[in-house]
């Protein structure tokens, strides 16, 4: 089986309740059969801070740019084994406006 990345935003504020709703939204959309390649195949997270003055964004490219920018130096160890762990927790982050950024790669 292969993998995928996916990475989805959600404005609802709690983390927990932002999860849930976008693994629903997930399921609807790819159904409940498995290795979809969304966070419907995850089932938890794992927070982590954003480093101040970047965006998810290019904390996003930093993780798939194998750690060789600037920014990846600033990131913490565990994030590197998290993203990539198609079988493990999602990573969720939150950015400057409150919005709860989802991703990693998952099952396909």
Avoid: C, N
Avoid at 19 to 40: L, N, P
């Amino acid at each position: 089986m292969s993998a995928a990345q996916f990475h989805v935003i959600s404005e609802v504020a709690d983390v927990g309740q932002a999860f849930a709703a976008e693994v629903a939204k997930a399921q609807f959309q790819y159904g409940h059969s498995g290795y979809t390649g969304t966070i419907a195949e995850k089932d938890g997270f794992e927070v982590f801070a954003k480093p101040a003055g970047y965006s998810v964004e290019e904390v996003i490219a930093a993780l798939e740019e194998q750690r060789t920018s600037k920014l990846a130096e600033l990131l913490p160890a565990d994030i590197w084994d998290a993203y990539e762990d198609k079988w493990g927790s999602a990573i969720a982050m939150q950015d400057d406006d409150g919005r709860w950024h989802f991703f990693g790669y998952a099952a396909s």
